[in-house]
């Protein structure tokens, strides 16, 4: 699978275009964010949040680590800045049947496979980001 890359100018298109992938990326799907500080990962998983529904501040869930939303699939956004491993959170319990963001996706080895995460690298461009999506290759159940 080519993966999709996207142009992204200014933060309202990278919320836009999280909200575009309500369409595609649904309950029992992970999402592994890779990009630098200030890359624009909350602000993806803010737009797929607005687009379900929620209403209330999205932030980097820094302090926390781990924030549940009661949307429709629900989500969880996990940031794994500060800690060596996702090991501990207890992330595995809500795969299935939540989406789950993951910032900082390299702390997460071992949590699934990898290639049946959705894989969204977020690069600095010279005018704004540019976004590259790979779909996950298998659903999490088959
Ligand atoms: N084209 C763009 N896309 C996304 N964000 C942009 C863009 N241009 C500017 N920004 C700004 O960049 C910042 C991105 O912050 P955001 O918290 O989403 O990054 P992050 O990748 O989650 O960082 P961190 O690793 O610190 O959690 C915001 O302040 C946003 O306004
Ligand atoms: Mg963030």
New binding site residues.
Partial sequence: VDPERVR????T???AFGASLVHTIAAGDTVF?Y????????????GYLEALGHRGPV??P?FNLVQIFPTEPPVVHV?L?RVKSHEGLGLEDNLDDHVTFV??ADRAAGLIEQDQAWIIK?EFAAE??VVIVVPAHAAPHS
């Fill in positions: 992204i100018k200014t933060e298109e990278m919320r964010l990009g630098e500080l200030g890359a624009g990962k909350t602000t993806l998983v803010r932030r980097s820094t940031d800045y910032e900082w977020i704004g980001r």
